[in-house]
């Protein structure tokens, strides 16, 4: 079993449609969790951080955490083509001198227009 | 300010050859990291950096070196291409290693036939 389990997609919705991607996890000492977007082609750019568990929003993303159900989960309202990317989610332990991260494998979203 | 570069964008190997990828960052970052990201598998650690003249390993360090000279780089070799290294490589860095957030480079397409 991974430790970080992602759904792959593709996942297609029209526009203006609210997107839900999700990440479940088995490692309990995970604390700081991501969500990175990666369009066709280029590198991993950080859309969302969320420490502990909670809910955190910035414009039309949510990011949701929930340590006790091992569940975390990226809201995009009013969707947009723009919006087209493969979403992954990472998360790391808590302390430590190092940053690993360990990343989900990556939904593929396509917001048709 | 250019963040994290990669050269060369894209290389095809024959088995057996060896070669150097070359990640240069600007932002000053201490920590420096390697990736490769292959279907299905999602990002996987490489080896990692915490600062100039230090290394350690990752994930999935078998049959790659790497070296950091100079704050600013990191390289990554191979030194005896096989199949199996067929992949897309991403360089990251971080200012720090406390789960602060990773910038990555654009990658690297390599094909070893």
């Known amino acids: 079993q991974k430790e970080v389990e992602q759904d792959p997609g593709p996942l297609s919705v029209p526009e203006g449609a609210i997107v839900s991607l999700n990440c479940t996890y088995s490692?309990?000492?995970?604390?700081?969790f991501m969500w990175y977007r990666q369009y066709s082609r280029k590198g991993p750019e950080l859309l969302m951080y969320?420490?502990?568990?909670g809910n955190k929003e910035d414009g039309r993303f949510t990011a949701q955490v929930d340590k006790s159900s091992k569940y975390i989960s990226l809201f995009i309202r009013d969707s947009q083509p723009s919006d087209s990317a493969t979403y992954l989610c990472a998360m790391s332990e808590s302390g430590g001198a190092t940053n690993k991260l360990i990343f989900g494998t990556g939904t593929l979203l396509a917001v048709q227009p | 300010n250019a963040g994290v570069t990669q050269t060369p964008k894209f290389r095809v190997l024959k088995t057996g050859q060896s070669m150097t990828l070359l990640c240069a960052q600007d932002?000053?970052?201490?920590?420096m990291y390697w990736y490769r990201q292959d279907p299905g598998m999602g990002l996987r650690l490489i080896h990692y950096s915490v600062g100039e003249g230090t290394t350690a390993k990752g994930e999935v360090p078998d049959g790659y070196n790497v070296s950091r000279l100079k704050k600013q780089n990191f390289l990554l070799g191979l030194e005896s291409a096989a199949p199996s290294q067929t992949s897309v490589y991403f360089c990251?860095?971080?200012?720090?290693?406390?789960?602060?957030?990773?910038?990555f480079g654009p990658g690297t397409r390599l094909t070893v036939l």
């Open positions: 932002m000053n970052h201490e920590y």
């Open positions: 490692n309990s000492a995970f604390q700081y």
């Open positions: 990251a860095s971080s200012r720090t290693g406390d789960s602060d957030t990773q910038y």
């Open positions: 969320t420490y502990s568990s």
